[in-house]
């Protein structure tokens, strides 16, 4: 199970960083259809393209969201931004020991097509900021290589 976690935090990890921002006419009829039938209403802010699969970044019930669809309109998995508060307390903890000339800036509840749950705490001091993933207990799993926000700018 560990090594399953960690192959998702990875796929995540790399999948992130290959990301490409492409416009809505590039993203394929299947993948707009099950987003639409998933997400009726919702409005998508920004499409990326993460090696072969598609994210939609939207906001669902006025929380940032979203979702990993792959070219046959098959959903991988949906990401929701949460309150620092509402992440396991060993993810702060662990943070606050390990990351402790950082700010926690961002949480994310990540949760796969088979229902697998891992949180996401970005750490941030000034321009430079990474990702650590946590499984659903607040177990470290990995973190992601430093960026800067230069870095990040589409």
């Known amino acids: 199970m ?3 976690l960690i192959m ?6 790399f999948g992130c960083a290959n990301a490409q921002k492409i416009n809505e006419s590039e993203v394929p009829a299947k993948v707009k259809e099950a987003f639409a039938k998933k997400y ?3 409005k998508v802010e920004k499409w990326e393209k993460e090696n072969a699969d598609y994210e939609a970044e939207f906001e669902l ?7 990993v669809i792959d070219a046959n309109g098959n959903f991988k998995e949906t990401e929701q931004e949460i309150k620092s508060s509402e992440l396991p307390k060993g993810v702060t903890d662990y943070c ?7 700010k926690l800036d961002e949480a994310a509840k ?8 891992t949180f996401e705490a970005e750490m941030k001091k000034g321009k430079e900021h990474f990702d650590a993933i946590f499984d659903d207990k607040g177990n470290f799993i990995k ?12």
């Open 2 to 4: 560990k090594t399953t």
């Open 8 to 13: 998702l935090a990875s796929v995540l990890t």
């Open 40 to 42: 009726p209403g919702a």
């Open 61 to 67: 019930n006025k929380v940032e969201s979203s979702v």
């Open 96 to 102: 606050a020991k390990n990351f402790a000339d950082y």
């Open 110 to 117: 990540i949760t796969d097509a088979s229902g697998k749950v």
């Open 143 to 154: 973190k992601s290589a430093p960026a800067t926000t230069e870095e990040d700018k589409d």
